[in-house]
């Protein structure tokens, strides 16, 4: 099976797949691991109204949108993102989540996070981008020094999951670095 994923702007068509990982799913397993020191996501809406509802792709950066899906042979897998850390330096993070335990440790997420770093820095001029994450989710680690990342902060006890701390892990790329890597 090749573990080649795309990613695509966030589309009407898995909408549905979208609301049903972050609402519907009983077991939440990547919630466990994607930023679990913080509240899931909750709606108002039902799934109808939220399938419904107008689509508006968001940009936090020229050409950059906040979001994108990851799709493997038509299945949707997850969703990318991408924030500002701080504009005046031109340093974002950006993260993923893959919500179906199946795909996960098997290729997908390195793909496509590869992807995403690479439209990035192709689609921009910025500086760094980055992740934030937490000791306890080693895969993430793992994946961003895949990609190129190099372990930048480490703050200690910062997040409690489960009742244990945890240390705060801030991971990071330069243009420059990337651009070596591509070379």
């Not at 994923?5 to 466990?32: C, G, M, R």
């Not at 496509?112 to 992740?131: E, T």
Request: with cysteine.
């Amino acid at each position: 099976m090749s573990n080649k994923t795309s990613i695509i702007l966030p589309n009407k068509e898995f909408i549905a797949d979208l609301y049903y990982w972050l609402f519907e799913d009983e077991v939440q397993e990547s919630a466990k691991w994607n930023g679990p020191y913080y509240a899931r996501p909750t709606t108002e809406l039902t799934k109808e109204e939220y399938v419904n509802k107008p689509l508006a792709i968001e940009y936090v950066y020229q050409g950059i949108p906040k979001s994108m899906y990851i799709i493997h042979e038509g299945q949707f897998l997850g969703t990318l993102h991408a924030n500002w850390v701080s504009e005046e330096t031109n340093w974002m993070e950006i993260g993923i989540c893959i919500y179906n335990p199946d795909y996960w440790s098997g290729g997908y997420g390195t793909s496509a996070f590869q992807q995403w770093v690479d439209y990035i820095f192709n689609n921009s001029d910025l500086h760094r981008i980055g992740i934030s994450t937490w000791s306890g989710n080693v895969r993430m680690m793992k994946l961003a020094e895949k990609v190129g990342m190099i372990e930048e902060a480490r703050i200690r006890d910062a997040r409690i999951v489960d009742g244990q701390f945890y240390d705060a892990i801030k991971m990071g790329m330069l243009r420059s670095e990337w651009e070596d890597k591509k070379e």
